[in-house]
């Protein structure tokens, strides 16, 4: 109870940024901010015009800033040509030739430094391995299944060199999650490493990836190419398997950046959604690095002498927009580390920013759970002076959390910038600014200058203070997703069909609840949708629900949304088995590590149940849609406060509540 009134507490506090930080912040003060988001709302496309042409080295400039004329399919700064890897890359050269562009650090203590000049040379030798090795050209897509190595970010500039679309795909996914994307997106080319270390130990990469492409799976696979990292043995196919350490050093250090258009796909990028398999999110070239390199200096405010630290894995967008693409399009130190927060001990992440001198940290509400709930004083030993700007992403954070974080690692001189962003949205959307927004603890607080977030209901009306809507983008912004890989309905219909306009302009809704409160900060509530936040995560109800259905003794089942003190949210799922099921359930073993292991197998370890109910049926509406939201009260142990007379079969209701009670009791 204690606790909950602290929260609660805590949730009414507003925290002023620190002065002396303010003072050197690019935007100094509310009013500041206020001003840009008159500029935008004046003239949106001058404002947006504006920064394009201020911010982007262009090769031909652009014509016009927004073409709105097929909404919801956008084009941003229509004409205008550039290369992304030139903007990361070559531009850096003449001024900043010698300065660190990544620090890496792997988990065993070893490091690499790679200055500006050096990734440079890296990336074009890459580039051309790529053209001319292995063929690929303008448009191809590679995949990129990596590890947290420096190697990781010289692929995704080497395919931006070239013109290539790369999809990552985080390395903790299965063979069959990666047969899946690389099927999805018709890739020519696998890169991968052999492996890499995790916990003091080697992990393997490689042999899933001959796993997913075995048996000609993957037909449009040529080649693969693969990094050395931790030396163990693995097997080579002649002919499709080349080893990049030895091959990328014979290539030219010069390679011409292709020309590109403001629009052509720069990556896409697979992500969960409420219903079917993971889709392909599309991102441009000119508008996703504008808006990457903006948040970049507004949110986390990069000084020239800093050095900038996002904790993130380069499979998720946090770690292609602010691991990569955005450090580096504004020339700064980015680190990279290989592993987890805990190994050897739980003062790993500490022991860095000390003696990396890191000034922004960026990390996950799950890390800081964990380190807060494990190893409270554990930051005191360390001198973390260095730090200005705390950041967190991909959850709620919850006020003690974010307490302990300004206080503990903060020191309380810090400010703390809750982002709210979306694979879908490229950069953040809502997030104070350093020196310029007071903040609330578990609160994201304003959109950015020239995002255009709004809480309406489904008809388009504005949520009134403290009610919870749907939170959603009204107007396009240039770091939009421009759409889902081959499905181009799925893109209109997923994103822009839920709330009605009242101008007839699509409104993009990002599936999430919010509510405002008196100052107009927004709170994020969390996912309206069938998609589970498990750690920052994004896991879909559909994906585990069809890696289970495989199981010979299942027969139909629904997963639902528990709370977890450290991981947010887990995994609850309510299950129904055939009437032959090989074990009696009573008496016998639980099925949860068989569901377990095939969701493992279908997914990765990423999705893992916590929480399994036997029930004899589930409820559905009389069309047959099961009342996810009913299941996920009573997974919570919350009232019911729905009708249930409508449904298909009302009697269920008690049945669950009375076998969930008695499981509980
Ligand atoms: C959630 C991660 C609360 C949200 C960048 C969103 C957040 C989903 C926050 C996107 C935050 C992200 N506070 N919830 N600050 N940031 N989320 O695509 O539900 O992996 O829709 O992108 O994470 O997850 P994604």
Request: hydrophobic share 35%.
């Amino acid at each position: 109870m204690e606790n909950i009134n602290n929260d609660l507490e805590l949730m009414q506090t507003i925290f002023k940024p620190n002065r002396a930080l303010s003072k050197q912040s690019r935007i100094k003060n509310i009013c500041e901010y206020e001003d840009l988001c008159l500029d935008a709302e004046e003239d949106y496309e001058a404002y947006w015009g504006n920064l394009a042409r201020e911010k982007i080295s262009w090769i031909e400039p652009f014509k016009q800033v927004l073409d709105e004329s097929k909404a919801p399919f956008y084009q941003w700064f229509v004409g205008g040509k550039l290369n992304v890897c030139y903007q990361c890359v070559d531009r850096h050269i003449q001024k900043r030739k010698n300065k660190v562009a990544i620090i890496f650090e792997g988990e065993m203590g070893d490091y690499k430094v790679y200055t500006y000049r050096r990734l440079y040379r890296e990336v074009n030798q890459t580039a051309n391995l790529l053209k001319n090795r292995f063929g690929i050209k303008k448009g191809d897509r590679v995949i990129i299944y990596m590890p947290m190595i420096p190697e990781s970010a010289i692929m995704m500039l080497a395919c931006a060199r070239i013109g290539a679309i790369h999809s990552v795909v985080f390395g903790g996914f299965s063979p069959e999650a990666l047969r899946d994307r690389i099927n999805d997106t018709q890739a020519k080319l696998v890169i991968t490493a052999d492996g890499a270390f995790r916990r003091g130990r080697p992990y393997m990469l490689k042999p899933a990836v001959d796993k997913a492409l075995e048996d000609n799976q993957c037909p449009s696979v040529e080649k693969v190419l693969i990094v050395i990292r931790n030396n163990e043995p693995i097997e080579y196919i002649r002919g499709r398997d080349y080893v990049y350490n030895e091959i990328v050093t014979l290539e030219s250090s010069q390679c011409e950046p292709e020309p590109m258009d403001a629009e052509d796909p720069l990556f896409l990028l697979y992500t969960s959604g409420s219903t079917g398999k993971p889709k392909g999110v599309q991102h441009s070239s000119a508008g996703y690095i504008l808006w990457a390199q903006m948040t970049m200096e507004w949110v986390f405010d990069v000084k020239e002498s800093d050095n900038y630290w996002c904790t993130a894995d380069i499979g998720w967008i946090t770690g292609h927009t602010y691991i990569v693409y955005g450090p580096l399009a504004i020339g700064a130190t980015t680190i990279m580390y290989e592993g987890t927060p805990t190994y050897p001990n739980h003062s790993r992440w500490w022991e860095m920013i000390e003696e990396y001198r890191v000034n922004q940290f960026y990390t996950s509400p799950t890390a800081i759970r964990m380190l807060h709930a494990d190893a409270p004083d554990e930051p005191d030993n360390y001198d973390l002076s260095s730090l200005r700007i705390l950041g967190t992403v991909g959850e709620p954070i919850d006020p003690s959390a974010w307490k302990w974080f300004y206080e503990k690692i903060g020191r309380g001189k810090c400010s703390v910038v809750d982002t709210w962003w979306q694979t879908e949205t490229g950069g953040h959307m809502i997030s104070p600014l350093p020196g310029a927004t007071p903040m609330k603890p578990g609160c994201a607080t304003l959109p950015l200058p020239g995002i255009q977030a709004e809480i309406l209901d489904e008809e388009g009306n504005k949520k009134d203070v403290g009610e919870p809507g749907l939170l959603c983008i009204t107007k396009p912004w240039p770091s939009m997703i421009r759409g889902v890989w081959g499905n181009p309905q799925r893109y209109a219909e997923g994103y822009f069909s839920q709330v009605k306009s009242k101008d007839g302009k699509p409104i993009y809704f990002s599936g999430d609840a919010a509510f405002y409160d008196e100052r107009g900060y927004i709170t994020i509530i969390g996912r309206t949708d069938d998609v589970i936040n498990v750690s920052g995560h994004r896991i879909g109800t559909a994906e585990v629900e069809s890696a289970i259905a495989k199981h010979k003794d299942i027969a139909e089942s629904a997963i639902v949304s528990t709370l977890d003190p450290i991981t947010g949210e887990s995994l609850f799922a309510f299950v129904v088995t055939t009437p032959n099921t090989s074990c009696d359930l009573k008496q016998h073993m639980s099925l949860l590590p068989e569901l377990n292991a095939l969701i493992r197998e279908e997914i990765g370890p990423i999705a893992k149940i916590n929480n399994i109910l036997y029930v004899p049926g589930l409820p559905k509406t009389r069309s047959g849609k099961i009342m996810r939201r009913l299941l996920r009260n009573i997974a919570r142990g919350e009232p019911i406060k729905q009708d249930t007379s409508t449904l298909e079969n009302p009697n269920i209701v008690k049945e669950i509540i009375a076998i969930a009670q008695g499981k509980n009791a």
